[in-house]
């Protein structure tokens, strides 16, 4: 079965200095990775996504994402962070039917001015 | 933005009585899914469709069904609620290969169990 851990819950962070967020994720096939941040009280966007085309993976607002298959991870990250990226962030991984998702425990990001 | 709607948005019901909570879509998409988001869990699958009338359960569906007659309505009825399923549900749709293309979210519905 699949499953996800982000491994972190709570991350802090000064503005203009690098975010790392994990994840790791358990799969006996290649899935599709994704991450997905979302703001307080909001919906859902997705930041990026991997789906066996190059490893390291550009998403928006200059975050990208490696996909490391030796170590199963799949670790977010930002060299600069802003004060707009305090949020939660969800690590997901797709089955093998690539009809369901499976989403980690999320991540809160602090960004401390 | 994908244009998703959910309704209501928020709800308070008491113990015991039905709920039917919609999901509308303008985006022709096949995929569609029932999330549930609690503090500490992330989101978890309640149940998903990939076409009219074909569902499928996911990992929390007990208490739970779905229904799909159109492609763009899939509605999520709760037959009996708990106060266990005080929850942020949010629905959410995808193209037509299903998990290797993103999903979109809406904006979720609060619904309180009294």
């Known amino acids: 079965a699949q499953s996800v851990t982000q491994l972190d819950s709570h991350v802090s962070v000064s503005e203009g200095t690098p975010v790392l967020l994990r994840c790791n994720y358990s799969s006996s096939y290649s899935p599709s990775l994704f991450w997905y941040v979302q703001h307080p009280n909001k919906g859902l966007q997705l930041l990026l996504k991997?789906?066996?085309?190059?490893?390291l993976v550009k998403g928006i607002n200059g975050f990208e994402a490696e996909f490391k298959k030796s170590e199963t991870s799949f670790h977010l990250t930002k060299p600069s962070a802003h004060m707009s990226d305090a949020a939660e962030y969800f690590c997901v991984v797709s089955d093998r039917n690539f009809n369901k998702f499976y989403f980690g425990s999320g991540t809160k990001l602090n960004v401390k001015p | 933005d994908a244009g998703i709607t959910q309704s209501p948005r928020h709800k308070v019901t008491e113990t015991g009585t039905p709920v039917t909570l919609r999901c509308h879509q303008t985006e022709n998409h096949r995929y569609m899914y029932w999330y549930r988001q609690d503090p500490g869990h992330g989101l978890r699958l309640i149940h998903y469709?990939?076409?009219?009338?074909?569902?499928d359960k996911g990992e929390v569906s007990d208490g739970y069904s779905v229904s799909r007659s159109k492609t763009e309505d899939f509605l999520l009825t709760l037959e009996s609620a708990t106060s266990s399923q005080t929850s942020v549900y949010f629905c959410?749709?995808?193209?037509?290969?299903?998990?290797?293309?993103?999903?979109?979210f809406g904006p979720g519905t609060r619904l309180t169990v009294t």
């Open positions: 469709s990939y076409g009219v009338k074909d569902t």
């Open positions: 959410a749709i995808s193209e037509s290969t299903g998990a290797r293309d993103e999903q979109y």
């Open positions: 991997y789906t066996s085309a190059a490893t």
